[in-house]
């Protein structure tokens, strides 16, 4: 045993506080004590893993040997589980950890509502045996699992920035760890199991993004599936709503390409957008033009004739317009303009659609007389 010297305020020296701390850090060393967390809560048919280490005293470590079993209890008289006899218990389970090395962690199976009670973790050995009633792990068991995580819990960024959402949900069933699913797949996903710090563990999935001004308003949600023992499942969802604000610049939305046959019209679908100061500017004096290059004008909806037709609302941004009697020679690079009144005129020239006219065009009365001759 260690002596511990008695010290007055005039001989504290640094020999002294030495000796007093290897004399406190002896007396704490030995402890028994067990370190389990204070609450878990379970999906009603799931399993529990209960993370579980323990100390004794030290004259007792001797004792902890390969004749050790682990209980579990619910009150001084009552046996939960026992490792020795795991398939009897009241509670089936498995021991996961080596008592040998003080490591109690255990599994419960099948938890059922009635199990939410207070534990407390017994070792009991040939020579030595202890009830560790100082630390007791409450249980909750629920018939509705648990709802995730989202991190952050908002979304508001600007157009361009990279985003990362972190789904977390409680994965108290090791065997059965929920799956966590996102409802859009927006870019890279990353899963994985993590620890916290009471040593239960959390599932993860991280979402990685860059942010669009066509996510703007979506939802975007987390669900978590939580298997049971019996093969059913249970799920809870966890939800944001994206709001991603932008600066437009001058742009066109179209498709890259179309084809269309020789003598038909063509449609091209069309939407555009402007620099935030120039939107007020889009009204009623709009007008579209149809340009392949500089200088020539193929379309222009003030003066359509025959050529084709405006069929989108310029004041709403859409320039959808249908090109009349296309031809081999019209397969050319097409790109949109705006003219207003109020001086605004720009050509959208970085989105260009690529019309393809192929093929022959036949009258009816051609087609049939091309029958005829066969």
């Known amino acids: 045993m260690v002596k511990c010297p008695s010290l007055t305020v005039k001989q504290f020296s640094l020999e002294h506080i030495q000796r007093f701390v290897s004399c406190v850090s002896a007396a704490l060393c030995g402890q028994f004590k067990t370190i389990i967390p204070q609450t878990i809560e379970v999906l009603s048919g799931s399993c529990v893993t209960i993370p579980c280490s323990f100390d004794v005293e030290t004259r007792f470590n001797s004792n902890i040997d390969e004749t050790c079993r682990a209980l579990w209890k619910s009150d001084v008289q009552t046996v939960v589980f026992d490792s020795s006899n795991p398939q009897s218990s009241t509670i089936q389970g498995e021991l996961k950890g080596n008592l040998t090395r003080k490591d109690c962690t255990t599994t419960l199976n099948n938890m059922r509502p009635e199990h939410s009670k207070e534990y407390f973790f017994r070792v009991e050995c040939n020579n030595f045996r202890h009830n560790f009633h100082d630390q007791k792990l409450h249980i ?40 966590l699913t996102w409802s859009f797949s927006l870019g890279h996903i990353q899963e994985s199991l993590q620890e916290n710090q009471d040593r239960t563990k959390v599932q993860t999935s991280v979402l990685t993004f860059t942010a669009s001004r066509l996510h703007h308003g979506k939802e975007i949600s987390c669900t978590a599936i939580y298997n049971k023992q019996d093969g059913s499942s249970q799920s809870n969802s966890t939800s944001l709503t994206a709001d991603i604000s932008w600066s437009a610049p001058f742009m066109t939305f179209m498709p890259q390409t179309i084809e269309v046959l020789s003598g038909s019209c063509v449609t091209i679908p069309c939407s555009f957008d402007v620099e935030d100061k120039y939107k007020s500017k889009v009204d009623e004096t709009c007008e579209a033009v149809w340009k392949y290059d500089q200088w020539t004008v193929v379309f222009n909806s003030r003066t359509p004739q025959t050529t084709g037709h405006l069929i989108g609302n310029l004041k709403n941004k859409d320039c959808t317009t249908t090109l009349n009697n296309m031809r081999p020679e019209n397969s050319k690079k097409y790109f949109f303009r705006i003219e207003c009144n109020n001086n605004l005129k720009q050509d959208f020239k970085t989105t260009q659609v690529d019309i393809s006219v192929t093929g022959r065009f036949y009258s009816p009365s051609s087609y049939t007389s091309v029958n005829n001759s066969l």
């Open 140 to 179: 909750s068991v629920t018939d509705v699992p648990p709802t995730p995580t989202l991190t952050p819990s908002t979304l508001k960024v600007e157009e361009g920035t990279s985003v990362s959402l972190k789904c977390s949900a409680p994965a108290p069933c090791l065997s059965h760890p929920p799956a």
